[in-house]
DNA sequence: TTATATTTGTCCGTATGTATT
DNA sequence: AAATACATACGGACAAATATA
């Protein structure tokens, strides 16, 4: 098996590429909580749980009664040595390998200085 | 009563002012589930979406099986090329002199390419 | 080392409220 | 007014990882 998975880790993952794929447009609504309920076969509980990975990831944006939309990408910014950033509100980081890491709000971010060739 | 009790906002409201208090320091654990649940009378679900709002936020990180503990501010990250960072809310970028620019929400920062030498 | 208790993780079901369509 | 869809909240059960004895 690739990966039994979790529930909503696996079902937050499939939107996810049908989002990338472009399959889900930006814009576009995602099935309502009950219609995943009835295709996947899960929970609702469960189903929640995998939009709200989603909306933690900031692909999609979720409207009171109206449904799960699916947002665009945003812009890029190249932060360079000597800038820094920060945010009033937690800060999301995505590794090289997609595994994301939460950072406190006003934590200041910087350009990593670069490695020694000879470590 | 106890208290008003009202839902996972007013916990996570309650826990968030004890943390910006100091009542509840870095690196401290907060109740666990069970304790919280006893102390407020709410249900897991609602105590779990309580400590989800923090973890949202930023001023917590859970460890499975150990709890949930307040997280230190003001701490500096390193951003590493092929790593992201976004937030929920706006990006406010300090240049090398001292200047501002606020960078919308859902912006993704990364690290500038490094310029060749005879540009 | 083994065993036990604690604590969080996941999942299910149900009910009711609220906002949108 | 009615149907749809998300929000909140309760309850229970078992699994998995950690800490402790």
Redesign the interface.
């Known amino acids: 098996m690739t990966g039994p998975l979790n529930g909503w880790r696996t079902l937050a993952e499939q939107i996810s590429e049908q989002i990338s794929s472009g399959c889900l447009a930006p814009g576009q609504r995602l099935p309502s909580e009950e219609q995943l309920q009835q295709r996947t076969g899960l929970s609702r509980t469960t189903v929640r749980a995998a939009i709200?990975e989603l909306r933690?990831l900031?692909q999609v944006e979720t409207r009171h009664s109206a449904g799960t939309f699916v947002?665009g990408v945003?812009?890029?910014?190249?932060?360079?040595p000597?800038?820094?950033?920060?945010?009033?509100?937690?800060?999301?980081?995505?590794?090289?390998d997609g595994t994301t890491r939460?950072?406190?709000?006003?934590?200041?971010?910087?350009?990593?200085?670069a490695e020694p060739p000879g470590s």
Chains 1, 2 share one sequence.
């Open positions: 709200a933690r900031g947002l945003g812009d890029m910014f190249g932060l360079r000597g800038e820094s950033v920060t945010a009033s509100a937690a800060l999301v980081v995505t590794g090289v939460t950072l406190p709000a006003g934590t200041r971010i910087v350009v990593a200085p």
